[in-house]
């Protein structure tokens, strides 16, 4: 495959009224508001050009594309000239070429002409415009010049040369148009004007947040990735999607040989539309990284050292210690865990192993630990476990209550939508303990933050549906036709309640009771209302609860069945979506379809060739409860690391020192590989064919670019094990898996890779009834008939602040990090956050005499452990904030074992601690770093 090269239109796409002109005299017809520049690139007549391009507004200060237009003086600018009925537009003249000549003349007489040595040789548009214009000389002398400016090599993926800047202002809007930022500008005037990050910073100290938009944006060499500069220009791509988070943006992967030089985010990309952020761009190192292993590894004990075998000895060890264990506890004494880092094909083989090779449905994932009450309540409200739009959608909402998400770092490139739709006008509303950067942040600022207490997620929903049901703000037209009136006014009765008006539940809440009115007849007046959550939702004792409120919330007032409104969970990790669509859980088959449904069950024992157990198995605490009483013996773990991500860390290391074969199938020797008798290599989303599928049901595809390092793809290690625990797997590539879901999952029914390659991507249901998918979901009716309203009754968690434990503790994600920390801390974005800090108000810290930096104890009922203050209003007094990115913290040694009541998402979000000053990190986390570096040992021949 070439190196894809993606057409640049110059302009943006307009959506008017059709109008002809002719242009070189050819006629075309294209929309109203269209710029000559795009229309004439529809012919073919590339028109020279700069400072232009379809990502960004058009600007019209390069000069290049000049045209003349018959009956009209002067020479406009093609970019911002819109077309109009009956023109008659000319490209060249000699008098266009003399003034493109004369204004490229000037460029290279203040740029560089080291073209031979330039790292952008071969891909610089400066160096491709001046041919185009024909320029062969400069004939200005010498004279003041940037050439001696110097570099910044700050920022650790790309350097910043202004000594090649040609002030094109594309990539300072480039930062405000797309991606909201605001880092750069224009300082200075005339001669003067350069680019400037912040007030003249450098990049990596400004407000720059890496997303690589300018990098993208930059037509010359003045922004460059380091990858480029250090092993030139690629030479091939292929299309695949970021292996990060759940927004699952497209990206060209563009290579060497086998060497990766750079990703950079693909326009047709339909989740992101040709952007990206830190880490979807450049955090990409970990798949070479030193200390990935590459071999398979066994021990018998976890205190002795690893020994390299063979793949043929690794497999036939575990399933050697599989079968013996099974022989010695029974068929439920073993189990697998799924990843959702995974392909949907991979995780698709793990399930269909523990269900048809182990004979049991001991399977769990850890989307179960993050989003399964969504799965729950939305699929009993609506009838369908995900969520509702496709993230355009944002861009026709009215108004957007964000309620317990903060998308600028879990999910920066739809935040950069959001914000965009914010500017534009659209009001917003947060419901978060923590000011995250969405309240308030350049040229973006939230109409209501409601600062809830951790914990009165359903109080504070409650309340707003009191507002909306007593002062009859609801649709009441959208619910006699899509939902049962009966339960509405059933559940309007229940909210309408005086224990639920905002008076009420601000003691509950601490949101002040006329800001909760305020926000929830904004919600219900502005027009069209989105409404978008994250884990500060699902991850609660009553996360099942909040989402059903959300789902009554969005029904009553009728915010769901068309583009700009709906319900939708932000997900975490990259494939969480798809791995509960592949039936990870253990008690659904894919598609979300029971165990006991003996209609389901019938699809899959035929296309298994085997009979399948109808009892649910069971779920990860389960499995460590099971182990520490002795009936649990062996695990499988694809692609997970439940000893750092998972709650209650004692509960959960007990658990894995109970059992006798722990198999680990991962990148890195991570936490929960302390505690393995097997380790198999992995392979990174770089080295395998499949599909993700994202937080808007988007399935895409994912490409092997370069040979696995382990020698196998994911999935192929999975039927290994399978074929030697004697049942048979003879897949040859991920797209016959593919086709196999479609055969037993109506949902995925009329997926392939066929279409795929055709659509670049479809989102789910997509079958007879959609063959193209489904983008907006619900519309005219919901999935299950008519929309279910229920009550939600806020039920207080049983975790309770007190003398002992008076603060409350909530968890998230920053921006340079991922999930355990995994990958990213095995890159260059550990400059941005080394260590988990733990924020706490100034009045709490006062009361505690702790200063900015100081190390701390966190300690609650279930542990403790030490790190670094950072005092801040972020957080409200009373409620501190860490995150979970790094093993030495160990954030969840302190967490509880209380989960939601339907899901058992474990309540990370609300834990009750005390903060006190402490010399360095604890006692536990030196015998758990002194165990996790024994574990590490590896025995060489």
Avoid at 12 to 25: E, Q, W
Avoid at 883 to 902: G, R
Wanted: hydrophobic share 35%.
């Amino acid at each position: 495959m070439g190196l894809i090269k993606e057409t640049d239109f110059g302009t943006k796409l307009a959506a008017g009224a059709p109008v002809t002109l002719t242009i070189d005299g050819q006629s075309v017809t294209v929309p109203a508001g269209t710029s000559l520049m795009r229309a004439a690139a529809l012919l073919g007549t590339q028109i020279p050009k700069l400072c232009a391009t379809d990502s960004l507004d058009a600007f019209g200060s390069c000069r290049l594309c000049l045209v003349e237009i018959e009956g009209r003086p002067g020479t406009p600018a093609s970019c911002t000239t819109p077309v109009a009925e009956g023109q008659v537009v000319h490209t060249q003249s000699e008098r266009l070429a003399k003034l493109r000549k004369g204004v490229m003349e000037l460029y290279i007489s203040d740029h560089p002409l080291d073209c031979l040595t330039c790292a952008a040789n071969g891909d610089c548009e400066l160096q491709d415009m001046a041919g185009a214009v024909g320029l062969r000389e400069v004939r200005y002398e010498n004279g003041a010049t940037h050439l001696n400016a110097s570099k910044d090599d700050s920022n650790p993926y790309f350097q910043f040369d202004p000594a090649k800047c040609i002030v094109c202002s594309r990539c300072v809007r480039a930062c405000a148009e797309v991606q909201g930022t605001f880092a750069l500008t224009i300082a200075g005037a005339g001669f003067g004007s350069h680019v400037s990050p912040g007030m003249d910073e450098a990049f990596l100290s400004s407000e720059c947040v890496s997303c690589g938009a300018c990098v993208q944006a930059c037509p010359t060499a003045t922004l460059i990735e380091k990858s480029v500069i250090e092993q030139g220009q690629p030479e091939h791509s292929a299309v695949t999607t970021c292996a990060y988070c759940g927004v699952g943006c497209a990206f060209k992967a563009e290579m060497r040989g086998e060497t990766l030089v750079r990703m950079v985010p693909y326009k047709d990309g339909q989740a992101n539309h040709g952007h990206s952020c830190v880490k979807g761009r450049f955090a990409w190192g970990y798949a070479t990284h030193k200390e990935r292993i590459t071999k398979p590894m066994i021990r018998a004990a976890i205190t002795d050292p690893w020994r390299e075998v063979s793949w043929a000895e690794a497999i036939g060890h575990t399933v050697a210690e599989f079968k013996r264990i099974q022989a010695k506890y029974g068929p439920e004494s073993i189990g697998g865990i799924t990843s959702s880092r995974c392909t949907n094909e991979e995780t698709y083989l793990v399930q269909k192993l523990v269900r048809a090779g182990f004979g049991n449905n001991n399977v769990d994932t850890c989307a179960r630990v993050c989003h399964s009450p969504t799965g729950y309540g939305l699929k009993l409200t609506l009838g369908t476990s995900a969520g509702t739009q496709d993230f355009d959608s944002v861009e026709q909402a009215d108004v957007v209550l964000v309620i317990g998400a903060n998308p600028t770092d879990g999910h920066p490139v739809f935040a950069s939508r959001l914000k965009k739709r914010l500017r534009e006008g659209a009001k917003l509303i947060v419901a978060d303990p923590r000011r995250i950067d969405l309240v308030r942040s350049p040229h973006v600022e939230a109409a209501f933050h409601l600062p809830l207490r951790p914990g009165t997620n359903v109080a504070l929903v409650n309340a707003l549906a009191h507002v909306v049901v007593t002062e009859t703000l609801y649709d009441e037209a959208f619910i006699r036709a899509r939902c049962d009136w009966d339960e509405f006014s059933e559940w309007a009765e229940f909210v309408a309640q005086p224990r639920h008006s905002p008076e009420a539940t601000e003691t509950l809440t601490t949101v002040p009771a006329a800001l909760v009115r305020e926000a929830a007849r904004l919600y219900a007046t502005g027009g069209n209302g989105a409404i978008y959550y994250g884990l500060g939702v699902t991850e609660h004792s009553q996360g099942s609860t909040t989402v059903i409120s959300i789902a009554n919330l969005a029904m009553a007032t009728g915010n769901v069945g068309r583009p700009g409104v709906g319900i939708n969970p932000l997900r975490g990790q990259n494939n969480v979506q798809g791995s509960c669509d592949m039936g990870s859980f253990p008690h659904e088959f894919p598609g979300y379809r029971h165990v006991a449904d003996d209609s389901t069950r019938a699809i899959f024992e035929s296309a298994w060739g085997v009979a399948l157990s109808n009892d649910p198995g069971l779920r990860i605490p389960n499995m460590l409860d099971a182990a520490i009483e002795g009936s649990f013996k062996g695990l499988y773990i694809q692609g997970e690391d439940i000893a750092q991500s998972d709650p209650d860390t004692h509960h959960i290391t007990a658990g894995l020192s109970a059992m006798e074969c722990v198999v680990v199938q991962d990148l890195f020797l991570n936490e929960t590989a302390s505690f393995a008798h097997v380790f198999l290599p992995g392979s990174t989303f770089l080295e395998k064919d499949g599909t993700f599928t994202n937080a808007e049901r988007r399935i895409q595809r994912v490409r092997k670019v370069m040979t696995p390092r382990n020698g196998y793809q994911d999935w192929e290690i999975t039927q290994m094990l399978a074929n030697e625990m004697g049942y048979a797997m003879s897949y040859a590539h991920p797209s016959e898996i593919m086709d196999e879901i479609a055969r037993t999952t109506p949902s995925f029914a009329g997926v392939s890779y066929a279409l795929l390659e055709d659509k670049g991507s479809v989102q789910w249901p997509c079958n007879q009834a959609a063959p193209e998918g489904t983008p907006t979901m619900h519309v005219g009716g919901f999935v299950r008939g008519k929309g279910k309203f229920v009550i939600t009754d806020y039920v207080a968690t049983d975790e309770k602040t007190g003398p002992r434990f008076p603060l409350l503790l909530t968890t998230g994600r920053i921006l340079s990090q991922y999930n355990v920390g995994a990958q990213t801390r095995r890159t260059e974005n550990t400059v941005w956050h080394e260590e988990d800090l733990l924020e706490i108000h100034p009045v709490d810290a006062e009361d505690r005499g702790i200063r900015n930096g100081d190390w701390i104890t966190l300690k609650s009922r279930a542990g403790e452990t030490s790190l670094r203050a950072k005092i801040t209003d972020r957080v409200s007094p009373g409620v501190v904030y860490t995150t979970f990115h790094h093993p030495l913290t160990q954030a969840n040694v302190i967490t509880t074992d209380y989960s939601d009541w339907a899901t058992n998402c474990p309540e990370y979000k609300v834990t009750a601690v005390q903060v006190s000053h402490s010399n360095g990190p604890s006692e536990w986390q030196r015998r758990q770093r002194e165990h996790g570096a024994l574990s590490r040992r590896i025995e060489t021949a």
